[in-house]
């Protein structure tokens, strides 16, 4: 039944202006929840996933040594002296400090009137702040970014990442990255002990043997890798090709020991884990691997595979997190979140890499 024409209406929305969150004239009282959401993502699974290091200087280095080739014909004649000495000298590594900060200010008036979702618009903004600090971080480790240091007091330093952290193998060692070809062409620590980006080359599709092939590297070289880190389109793509008829790989094993006469079934769409020769790896994957800030996301560009031994990395800090006061200048709070760290590759060629990888396909 129709309402009557002359009735009293409590909610007038159909005046200028008066919508469901312009309520002008309205004589209701506005509901308004007192919860923030916010479901931008904060993992971080390459620094929450390594290890934690001590700095004492804005360059932190550390050595790397190995053993010598073995030796097949060592055999020598009783009582023979000894020749040369063929020890080698261990090799000095290292990485710049870098400081990534957060600025907040909030007025007055801000923190001292009624909010919905929070009791503290400043302690709101720093804990906001410090999520958003340590997103930073992830793309900074995770990037391509040569090192730098500070060498005449006015320069931003910065740390060597990740994907600047590979070099060419030599012997004993084998090559565990690999990048496009054409103008692609490794960084690595250069002479100076740091870390230098690489040069991109050609995107190229993911391959099983391309993935096998540097998982092998990486045990050749004594390493123990234990996570394959990708973007996200990249992971899609694993779970995809290891699932197909041609592969059957993940299929496989899905297939055996499910049990019989269960009412309910499960479909299996991803793979988690890859069990290559060399060892069993959780594939796991990273919003922030290979993101480029005006690119928008990782998923839409070209990226790299990882094979990581996890044990092998750190974060490094001069100065851990801290939230610092700074003096107003009106009418206003103001702080600063802010950290100093590096990234420690104590032995990188124990990971490994297959740079400038597309997320179009992955094939055999």
């Known amino acids: 039944m129709a309402a009557p024409q002359d009735y009293f209406q409590r909610i007038n929305l159909t005046g200028t202006g008066d ?63 000894i020749g040369a000495d063929a020890s080698a000298a261990a090799r000095r590594v290292g990485n710049a400090c870098q400081i990534s900060r957060k600025n907040i200010i909030v007025s007055g008036r801000a923190e001292k009137v009624d909010k919905a979702g929070r ?53 004993p060692e ?35 043997t391309l993935l096998d092939s540097v998982i092998e590297a990486c045990y050749v070289n004594g390493g123990e ?10 992971k899609r793509k694993i779970s995809e090709y ?40 959780r594939i796991v994957p990273n919003r922030f691997l290979g993101y480029q800030r005006n690119a928008g996301n990782a998923s839409t560009t070209s990226s790299g595979v990882f094979v990581l031994d996890m044990s092998k990395w750190a974060v490094g800090y001069l100065r851990p997190f801290a939230t610092k006061k700074i003096a107003p200048t009106g009418d206003a709070e103001k ?11 104590r032995e990188e060629m124990a990971s490994g890499a297959i740079l400038d990888i597309n997320t179009d396909a992955m094939t055999a």
């Not at 299929?251 to 299996?268: E, I, M, N």
Request: hydrophobic share 35%; charged share 20%; with cysteine.
């Open 19 to 81: 919508t469901g969150l312009d309520r002008t004239g309205d004589n209701v009282r506005e509901d308004f929840l007192t919860a923030i959401e916010n479901i931008a993502p904060t993992a971080t699974p390459f620094m929450s996933g390594i290890g934690r290091a001590s700095c004492d200087d804005v360059f932190t280095s550390w050595l790397q040594d190995t053993l010598a080739e073995p030796d097949d014909g060592n055999a020598v004649k009783d009582g023979e002296d």
């Open 242 to 281: 290891l699932f197909t008829s041609s592969a059957r790989v993940a299929a496989l094993y899905s297939d055996v020991g499910q049990p019989r006469g269960d009412s309910q079934g499960t479909a299996l769409g991803a793979v988690d884990v890859y069990i290559s020769d060399f060892g069993q790896l």
């Open 225 to 234: 890798p234990d996570t394959i880190m990708v973007n996200p389109a990249n």
């Open 119 to 171: 009791s503290s618009e400043l302690s709101y903004q720093v804990a906001k702040a410090g999520k958003a600090l340590k997103r930073d971080m992830e793309a900074i480790l995770t990037g391509n970014q040569s090192a730098l240091l500070d060498s005449d007091g006015n320069t931003a330093s910065l740390l060597g990442s990740l994907q600047a952290c590979f070099r060419d193998g030599v012997d």
């Open 174 to 208: 084998a090559t565990t990255c690999l990048v496009g070809a054409g103008a692609g062409d490794l960084g690595g620590v250069g002479a100076d002990g740091l870390p230098n980006a690489y040069t991109p080359g050609t995107a190229r599709t993911l391959t099983q």
């Open 335 to 345: 702080r600063i979140l802010m950290v100093d760290y590096t990234l420690v590759y």
